[in-house]
């Protein structure tokens, strides 16, 4: 009752269901649409696990973005999650700030990758027959240009569009704009990261600073490298989840490249280089 109170205090059409099962079949009625499931793991008749596995493997509830808030900090417990489709969490006991942003987001990032996706599937394929190339880019709309077409070079593309943009975004943001984590949280509560991005872009310190991506066919190894003019960044830190950041409003793109997106996510030196590969079978061999 709490939390349909927050919500409807922000303007969202609420729907509720006292178990799992209830709430599959109203996802199911003819005619539902939802942009975003809020989901306990502990429920009766139905789990939040099981409902989101049952979700996952229909086409139509697939997409969905779910939310699961739970009193379990425990990184195996998130992780299970993550891996079944989850990608936000809320760790009770939470702030109705804390609901509103988390589902603001969940439906905001659902709705650009959808986006990344479409302009994905209608790529030129003329990248699957690539075996090398390069690019320079200053901004992040630039950067998701390159990530959208070249993620056709991938098998299940839709992951690697997401996972490329995830480090194309920490290259410019975090890397050559010398945004903090800190920062950026404070700005995404302001409203105001895009307009600093937008000034930093032009700023002296930060204007002629570039990201250079390459991309390299290896035998049965797709790489892609990608190098920014920062300072770099203590990496070790976002190669995992974190149940800490879980319900920060960024943060997690680095572990959910890492381990849902590709096959190795190599980090060198002060952070400022990243390769992700990705191991294609040699299509010639049986």
């Known amino acids: ?72 900090v425990d990184k195996n417990y998130i992780l299970e999650g993550f891996k079944a489709g989850a990608f936000y969490y809320l760790t009770k006991p ?37 075996s090398d190339a390069n690019f320079v880019f200053k901004t992040i709309d630039e950067g ?4 959208t077409y070249l993620s056709n070079v991938f098998p299940q593309f839709q992951k690697m569009a997401r996972g490329l943009y995830e480090l194309i975004i920490n290259a410019v943001e975090h890397g050559n704009l010398e945004i903090s984590y800190a920062g950026k949280s404070q700005l995404l509560k302001q409203g105001k990261l895009h307009e600093e991005i937008e000034r930093r872009l032009e700023d002296e310190q930060f204007r002629s600073r570039r990201v250079k991506l390459s991309y390299h066919m290896l035998g049965e190894e797709l790489r892609v490298t990608i190098i920014d003019e920062g300072h770099g960044f203590n990496w070790q830190e976002y190669m995992d989840i974190n149940p800490e950041r879980m319900v920060d409003s960024h943060g997690r793109g680095i572990a959910l490249a890492n ?14 280089t990243v390769t992700a590969v990705v191991k294609v079978p040699d299509k010639d061999c049986d």
Do not use: C, W
């Open 1 to 72: 009752m709490i939390l349909e109170e927050y919500l409807i205090s922000a303007d969202y059409d609420v729907t509720t269901a006292v178990n799992g099962q209830i709430a599959l079949d109203k996802l199911n009625e003819t005619g539902a649409h939802y942009d975003v499931v809020l989901l306990d793991r502990m429920m009766p008749v139905l789990d939040g696990m099981s409902v989101l596995k049952i979700m996952k493997q229909d086409a139509r509830l697939a997409k969905i973005p779910v939310i699961f808030q739970t009193a379990m």
């Open 94 to 130: 939470f702030t109705e700030e804390e609901l509103t942003s988390v589902v603001h987001d969940a439906i905001t990032d659902h709705q650009h990758y959808q986006h990344l996706s479409t302009q994905a599937e209608k790529g030129l394929k003329v990248f699957q027959m690539m």
């Open 144 to 147: 998701e240009l390159i990530a």
């Open 259 to 272: 381990l849902f997106s590709f096959d190795r996510l190599e980090y060198q030196g002060n952070g400022n």
